[in-house]
């Protein structure tokens, strides 16, 4: 089991850029693969973006292919969501999971930050 803390959320114009980050504590972090969600007011939670447990596989969800990329640093327990060209339609509370290597279900989840972006 790991720990997850999100941060680096707040309030963004349509366009600009804003990065999270989601940092780990616990178990060996190397050993899981991550994820970020997103759940917007009245929606269900999407799938956003994941990356492998070394870094080398990253994968996205249409809507934010091509503006949005998943990294992590394995030194500092950490992933990051770096967030560019935003939409008015990326408003919502980011997520942070993770899912242990060989597994298919994320099992542990941060407690979310939240996400604005404004016209």
């Known amino acids: 089991q790991v720990q997850l803390v999100e941060s680096g959320g707040g309030l963004v114009q349509v366009g600009g850029s804003l990065r999270l980050s989601c940092a780990a504590s616990g178990r060996t972090f190397s050993s899981y693969n991550m994820g970020w969600f997103r759940q917007a007011p009245g929606k269900e939670r999407e799938f956003v973006a994941t990356?492998?447990?070394?870094?080398?596989?990253?994968a996205y969800a249409d809507s934010v292919k091509g503006r949005f990329t998943i990294t992590r640093d394995n030194a500092k327990n950490t992933v990051y969501l770096q967030m560019n060209s935003r939409k008015p339609e990326d408003t919502a509370v980011y997520y942070c999971?993770?899912?242990?290597?060989?597994?298919?279900?994320?099992?542990?989840w941060g407690q979310g930050t939240q996400v604005t972006v404004s016209s």
């Open positions: 990356i492998t447990a070394r870094g080398v596989t990253t």
């Open positions: 999971a993770a899912r242990y290597r060989g597994t298919v279900e994320y099992n542990d």
